[in-house]
């Protein structure tokens, strides 16, 4: 951005380094934010709600992408207005909604259902009291502390699901923009035409999630979306014609995000208080480095074998990985059967 040469120059260090100190400085902020909302759900919606709730909001991952790539690509266009490149006038509008955001959630969200004044008395009385009496059948059970979390096997094995559904999502999505070009298109198509698996995976998110909960079961839920993850990907590879490929990309899409609202309702089952917010922390820490280990090794491959073919096929194979741990899990390990919704 435009204050990137001032901070260079008060640091010492180069616009380079300074942007890579930046991008540390905000992965670092976002750190807390999804394991954090995630704990925060769990204060707000019974068990059996919970996977359609992280679903509608999950959702927002891939809606920001559909949205947004188009948005972005028109962005760039603003390259050399008041003397700052597309990616800075980017970055810049696109952070407004968040700072906006941030104000309304500071003042208008309540921490529990107790202290939410645009709820009836009524409506906090019954939903703090099922929440209590869900904690207390948990905590009946087993009530775990945060010690005994970080090494759980179960919390363990979660994470190596994560880490298999994230490999998937980040090394697709980082480079299905590079793949999408190869057909042709100009930018501002390929990333109108990117963005199509991002909305088959918002349908699947709410769809899958509220299924899930209308059900009443979760290891077939998550274990299923995984393996079209993973086959779709894998499909896509050995297809040429761009509408079959987008098609193979599009079932992928559907597999990574429907997963995800079903899997954050596993470790939410059987945890509780702060063994549930380090639960869902060590969870999501380990899972994430996906982020950095499955971008790394398709770019890795693809430049030393100059397709990116094996890239794909190693996200699938992260992915079947992920289902196999899933379906190893037992029904106790994951809670079920869970209590049936109200009806609608």
Sequence with gaps: MAFIPNIARATGLGNEYTFYLLRVLLGVAEAGFFPGIIFYLTLWFPAEYRARIVGYFMAAIPLSTVIGAPISGILLYLHGGFGLAGWQWLFIIEAVPAIILAVVVLFYLTDRPTDATWLTQDE??????????????????????????????????????????VATNYGLSFFLPQIVKTFGLNTFLTTVVSATPYLVG????????????????????????????????????????????????????????????????????FLSGAAAAAGIAVINSIGNLAGFAGPFAMGWIKDHTGSYTGGLLLLAVLGIIAMGVVQMLSRNEVAEPLPRPLPE
């Design 202 to 269: 918002v349908i699947g998110m709410v769809w899958w999630g509220r299924r899930s909960d209308h059900m009443a079961e979760r290891r077939f839920h998550t274990a299923l979306p995984l393996f079209l993850a993973a086959a779709g990907i894998a499909v896509s590879t050995a297809l040429d014609d761009p509408t079959l490929k987008m098609l193979a990309l599009c079932v992928a899409g559907f597999g990574i995000f429907a997963c995800l609202p079903v899997f954050w309702a596993l470790p939410t089952a």
């Design 124 to 165: 906090r009385d019954w939903l703090s009291a099922k929440l209590a009496e869900e904690r207390r059948q948990r905590e009946a059970v087993r009530e775990y502390t945060v010690m005994e979390v970080l090494f759980n096997p179960r919390v363990i094995g979660l994470s190596l699901v994560y880490f298999g559904a």
